[in-house]
């Protein structure tokens, strides 16, 4: 019996763990419901090259980088993805339709 009840306790400690350990990176609301924030995967579509958005002093101040690789980026950022989008279109240059802002998951496979 002592042995199950310290496999639920350490069961339990694990969720709280995960869940509190997480919850930076979780959607922020503001007081009227709104999104201001949340995990994004950040995508550019039909250019060459993939920008450097880390180079950019103004998006750079806005994300924090979780993971880069050739597909993408996964950010964190206070402000929501529309908001983060248009920032990326205006310092960068690019158009609408080149670059793809979605809230994601954390844990969820960025890239399939």
Do not use: C
Not at 76 to 90: A, C, F, P, R, T
């Amino acid at each position: 019996m002592l042995h199950f009840n310290l496999w639920l306790v350490l069961f339990l400690v694990a969720i709280a763990a995960a869940w509190f350990g997480t919850s930076k990176y979780r959607k922020t609301y503001d007081n009227q419901g709104e999104q201001m924030g949340g995990p994004y995967i950040i995508k550019f579509l039909n250019l060459d090259k993939q920008p450097d958005i880390l180079t950019n002093q103004k998006i750079a101040e806005t994300i924090q980088l979780l993971h880069k690789d050739s597909k993408g980026y996964r950010v964190y950022s206070k402000v929501n993805d529309e908001k983060l989008k248009k920032l990326i279109i205006n310092e960068l240059g690019l158009q609408e339709n080149q670059v793809s802002v979605i809230y994601t998951k954390l844990f969820i496979p960025a890239f399939f």
